[in-house]
């Protein structure tokens, strides 16, 4: 039985795109659920031109010890954060532990943490001087940008480099990466299950 994969997304959704362009038609996975916060974004449109059912969900209702128990229901495995921009409550990363992954567009534990996302990121990344950044591929737990790490890799950051160059170097990062890491990951949990399941 194919596992399902829930995305989380709260942006225009690029690497949403890469992850159901790499498990359609997937052997052992499948996107079969999109999470946003934000209606109207990118995502959204993304998943009605997928066939993907999409779930609008609010802080408020993120929280709600509701929330854990309706993805559940939807038979979902595993939670794929890919630009979202709300916090992960406790109650989600107990009902799927070792289950929630996040990407990050830098090398944690450096530049994380709240606010820490996007251009922001890059921005701090090139006022430090930095010689290079990447991507950082983590579990989630109850803090910003903390979970253990499962992937990195680097790029190197050119004199010439601003904000918006960098951002595209770590775009192809992630579109080269992330979908082959999440795959690995869903891989080795085959004959793993799920508490509260």
């Known amino acids: 039985m ?3 994969i829930a995305i989380f997304a709260s942006g225009a959704g690029s690497n949403a795109q890469k992850l159901i362009d790499y498990f359609r038609n997937h052997a052992f996975a499948s996107v079969s659920l999109i999470v946003c916060n934000k209606p109207g974004a990118g995502v959204t ?3 009605e031109a997928e066939g993907i059912e ?3 969900t609010d802080r408020l209702s993120l929280q709600s010890a ?3 128990q309706k993805l559940l229901e939807k038979g979902i495995d595993f939670i794929i954060l890919a630009g979202f921009l709300l916090k992960i409550p406790g109650s989600l990363i107990e009902a799927f532990p070792q289950h929630i992954i996040n990407i990050h567009p830098a090398l944690l534990p450096k530049y994380g943490g709240k606010g820490m996302y996007g251009h922001f990121v890059h921005e701090a990344v090139i006022a430090a001087g930095e010689k290079e950044s990447g991507i950082t591929i983590h579990f989630v737990d109850e803090h910003y940008d903390h979970g ?3 992937f990195q890799t680097t790029c190197p950051i050119s004199a010439s480099d ?3 160059s960098l951002a595209q170097k770590i775009h192809f990062l992630e579109h080269q990466h992330f979908a082959p890491v999440v795959e690995q990951l869903v891989m ?3 004959s793993a299950t799920l508490y509260n399941k």
Request: hydrophobic share 40%; glycine share 0%.
């Open 45 to 47: 449109h993304i998943a």
């Open 188 to 190: 080795n949990s085959q």
């Open 2 to 4: 194919k596992k399902k």
């Open 148 to 150: 253990a790490t499962i």
């Open 66 to 68: 509701e929330f854990p």
């Open 162 to 164: 601003t904000p918006e």
């Open 54 to 56: 999409l779930l609008l």
